[in-house]
């Protein structure tokens, strides 16, 4: 990539397409959960220092989709703030079954699969 993304919602679209791949966006979804339950976990019952665990539960499984399955860069280097935040809408998207619409403004191609696995 080349040029600056400058507004978020062009950049939404081009982490969409980043993340075409249905495993890929799979294992995201398992670790937007992973880092929600150590923050959860460290803040509720404890020790707190486990807090401190919750970037390696979110970016483990993410970016091993990036380098192995994806096989790109993860938008992360370049836009930390936006990529953390779209791990969590492209999730929430998914659970309430409006992620479609999304993929195919994207230009991302879908699966035949079942809504509740794209």
Do not use: C
């Not at 791990?87 to 079954?97: P, R």
């Amino acid at each position: 990539m080349s040029e600056r993304i400058e507004s978020y919602g062009a950049f939404f679209l081009f982490y969409l397409r980043e993340h075409a791949r249905p495993l890929t966006r799979a294992l995201h979804y398992a670790a937007a959960f992973a880092s929600l339950a150590v923050l959860f976990y460290g803040l509720v019952i404890g020790p707190l220092w486990l807090v401190l665990l919750m970037p390696l539960a979110g970016y483990g499984l993410a970016w091993f989709a990036h380098f192995f399955i994806e096989k790109n860069r993860p938008a992360t280097f370049q836009y930390p703030g936006w990529s953390l935040i779209s791990d969590y809408v492209m999730t929430w998207l998914w659970l309430t079954g409006r992620l479609g619409p999304w993929l195919d403004k994207a230009g991302v191609a879908r699966s035949k699969a079942p809504a509740h696995q794209r």
